[in-house]
């Protein structure tokens, strides 16, 4: 019996291992809080969460069958999980029968006997929900799923198994064997019991055949262990079946729970969104080829999950555009809007729905995450070193289907060197048809690639009011040669940065239409450029 409910023609695999670069994806995008929620304290479920949404999936086809399959889930979520905890009764049961050490056939038949016991017990669970549920659901992986229950699991068969074990059951035993080399026996074959049916004989009224018999002493300890010996070689085919059978059906549950789980996981993740008010919806995977990426009230769903109370979403477009970059005012939901990206590209290429009110992009191999990250300790490199090693890590990994996320990449040398250092990197990158969403404050960068790359980038800016005030609206809009880092100063000290111009009369015309759009300009320090 086959699941298929992540796959069309394949099993899920929730242990096999990850490609490299994984858990900086993970931790960049805080994804281990998406997974506690998916998960809702089964373990087993966040790792089933955590699995299907780092394996990307890149075939729009079997996206849109996981679609389908969450879509009833979402309209029927007492179907899977009722089904869901009926594989984890059978596992968890299966782990409490207890069997004896020794692979003695008799041992083996009494275990196998038990779990299959169990088994049929949860088999027939599952076929009752199949029956009462097969004609409501509409996708085709779980219609068919069901549909299969209803066949395999027939009341006919469920009989014969019944009968089946009704008869292992029994402590006697009806073999036969013949004498072979030394008179030892061999061609043990296990017989139906005389009681269990009327020989010719009895149908004719004659007396049985004579036949011999040999009882052993109550003390006979060797003769106990004899028979003992000769029981087990008569049922030892029936033993290895029946063990088989067992393993076979604890299979089945197991990639039931697994791939169920996916979706568990999801319905989850969907009931605490809704609760705490926000969208949700079934994004559009495009084929890989040419870069798609569209969306309104794109949000980070982890905000949601922490309990923020405003969370503001972005539209975007960027359809046919390689590159998107993103400026302007710091702590104006820059980063937020790039792990929101992340983090729906992820959701969509696991067959999920998305954090937004609609989205649709094309199918990337990987996503792949260059974040900031805190000073190294120990002080055994600088900081530039350590971000120019996990980018050329990040190089050796990326393919021309990668989307790749840049956060603040090289802020940590100065304005030029930082510039160019981004700017040689992103050319063959953007040049081999890999899609990049940049945060930056490197003015001179963005600056530059606004004016070469024309409608082949998407240049996004964070607003800013008047007043200082943070919308954390992301507009289209050309870089400025600040990030308001005054606006911050303020806050925390109360008044002015010192220097900080009063007049437009004192800025060039770049700063000065900065300051038009309300931005503060502190004066520039050597090869640093703009600052605040």
């Not at 038009?516 to 050597?526: E, F, K, Y």
Request: glycine share 10%.
């Amino acid at each position: 019996m086959k699941v298929h409910l992540l796959y069309p023609d394949e099993d899920f695999d929730p242990a096999r291992t990850l490609a490299p670069g994984v858990d900086d994806v993970i931790r960049d995008l805080g994804l281990e809080i998406v997974f506690e929620a998916m998960g809702a304290g089964d373990p087993f479920l966040r790792d089933v969460a955590r699995q299907a949404l780092a394996a990307t999936v890149d075939d729009p086809a079997t996206i849109r069958y996981r679609q389908a399959i969450l879509a009833d889930a979402l309209h029927r979520p007492e179907v899977v999980r009722e089904a869901y905890a009926i594989a984890v009764d059978a596992i968890e049961g299966e782990r409490r029968i207890w069997g004896a050490a020794s692979d003695h056939p008799g041992s083996v038949l009494g275990r196998a006997v038990r779990v299959l016991d169990l088994f049929v017990v949860h088999l027939r669970k599952l076929r009752t929900l199949a029956d009462a549920h097969g004609a409501e659901v509409a996708s085709d992986g779980l219609r068919r799923l069901l549909a299969m229950l209803a066949a395999e699991l027939d009341d006919a068969y469920l009989r014969t198994v019944d009968d089946h074990l009704r008869r292992l059951r029994r402590d006697d035993v009806l073999m036969s064997a013949r004498l072979g080399l030394a008179n030892r026996g061999t061609g043990y074959v296990l017989r139906r019991p005389r009681h269990a049916r009327r020989g010719w004989r009895e149908w004719l009224g004659l007396p049985d055949r004579p036949s011999l018999t040999y009882e052993i002493a109550e003390r006979d300890d060797a003769g106990a262990r004899a028979l003992g010996d000769l029981k087990g070689r008569g049922v030892a085919l029936a033993a290895i079946a029946l063990a088989q059978s067992a393993d076979h059906i604890l299979g089945f549950f197991r990639l039931l729970r697994a791939e169920l789980g996916f979706y568990v996981g999801a319905l989850n993740l969907h009931e605490r969104l809704a609760g705490a008010g926000e969208a949700t919806c079934f994004p559009e995977p495009l084929p890989a080829g040419r870069p798609a990426l569209a969306a309104t009230g794109i949000y980070d769903p982890c905000l949601a999950l922490l309990g923020v109370e405003r969370i503001v979403g972005n539209d975007v477009q960027a359809d046919g555009r390689r590159l998107v970059m993103v400026t302007g005012a710091n702590r104006g939901g820059k980063s937020t809007f790039l792990r929101s990206i992340g983090i729906a590209q992820l959701m969509m290429q696991a067959g999920m729905f998305v954090a937004a009110r609609s989205f649709r992009a094309d199918v990337r191999d990987r996503v792949l995450c260059h974040f900031r990250r805190e000073e190294d300790a120990s002080l055994r490199s600088g900081k530039l070193d350590e971000e120019l090693g996990r980018m050329s890590v990040l190089v050796d990994r990326v393919t021309p289907a990668s989307l790749v996320l840049l956060n603040e990449s090289f802020a940590s040398t100065n304005e030029r060197e930082g510039s160019e250092i981004a700017r040689q990197i992103l050319a063959p990158l953007l040049d081999a048809g890999v899609k990049v969403v940049y945060v930056t404050h490197l003015y001179d960068l963005a600056a530059g690639l606004h004016g070469e790359l024309g409608p082949d980038a998407l240049f996004l800016r964070a607003e800013r009011g008047p007043d200082g005030r943070r919308t954390f609206r992301l507009l289209e809009a050309e870089p400025l040669p600040t990030s308001f880092g005054a606006d911050v100063y303020r806050r925390v000290f109360g008044a002015d940065p010192p220097g900080a111009p009063t007049t437009d009369a004192a800025m060039g015309p770049v700063e000065g239409a900065a300051a038009a759009a309300g931005a503060v300009i502190l004066p520039r320090r050597g090869l640093g450029g703009a600052i605040g």
